[in-house]
């Protein structure tokens, strides 16, 4: 896995545009454009915005224990 940003939010940027931006701008409450912009490849979405997209699309985000 990586852990770079840009990597992560443009995934997450191809699972919303399948799932659809404009649907999930009215799920969210957050513009369209904000919404490229920070799922975009040089994106780098706040903890808040992934907190809003990531139920929105039926994903999680999971936080575990370093080994």
């Given at each position: 896995t990586t852990g770079d940003v840009h990597v992560i939010a443009k995934a997450i940027g191809i699972v919303a545009r399948a799932h659809g931006m404009t649907e999930l701008s009215k799920e969210t409450g957050i513009k369209r454009q904000q919404l490229y912009r920070a799922l975009g490849p040089d994106g780098n979405p706040t903890?808040?915005?992934?907190?809003?997209v990531l139920p929105a699309l039926g994903l999680r985000?999971?936080?575990e224990a370093a080994a």
């Open positions: 903890l808040e915005t992934m907190l809003k985000m999971r936080i």
